[in-house]
């Protein structure tokens, strides 16, 4: 059975992971590639994340990825094969008109790959498979709800 909190950072990962995937099936005219490099960016993340916090490693708050990398590498040199590309550029840039910036259908593609990459890798190194992560927490939210419905707002800060 896998700890609740790691649980809760895989079905948060997987479910980036699928957001991009299933925008990758669009048409290209139809295709928005920056939502697919933002969620393959937001699914390594939490994959790796999710690694560290299963070997119980602390990390600061961070969305760049080679600094989590380099965290799993001390851990375990395997991690030193992980390509991660650029996809830490998709953390930021591409969510705000600010530094406005499209990637194109190659580079969405590119990022997916590398997403669905390093989770198997990361799988693997759990030795979890993918049918042994639960689809939600239903359990849990309908407890949430109860909460809220008594008067109670559960709120939480975002630990990273």
């Known amino acids: 059975m896998i700890d ?4 809760k950072w895989l079905i948060k990962a997987r479910n980036d992971l699928k957001t991009a995937e299933n925008e990758s099936k669009l048409s290209s005219e139809d295709m928005v590639t920056d939502a697919i490099c933002f969620h393959s960016q937001q699914a390594v993340e939490k994959y790796l994340k999710a690694y ?13 990825l080679e600094y989590l990398l380099e965290i799993c590498i001390e851990e375990d040199n395997d991690f030193s094969q992980v ?63 109860e909460n809220k419905e008594g008067g109670e707002i559960n709120t939480v800060e975002d630990p990273f």
């Open 83 to 145: 390509d991660i590309g650029d996809l830490s550029f998709y953390a930021v840039e591409v969510r705000y008109p600010d530094d406005f910036y499209i990637p194109t259908e190659k580079e969405a593609r590119e990022s997916l790959e590398i997403a669905q990459q390093v989770k198997a890798f990361i799988l693997k190194k759990l030795d979890i498979k993918e049918s042994d992560i639960r689809k939600d927490l239903s359990v849990e939210e309908e407890e949430e709800e």
């Open 52 to 64: 560290l916090i299963s070997k119980e490693i602390d990390f600061d708050k961070s969305h760049k």
């Open 4 to 7: 609740e909190y790691l649980e």
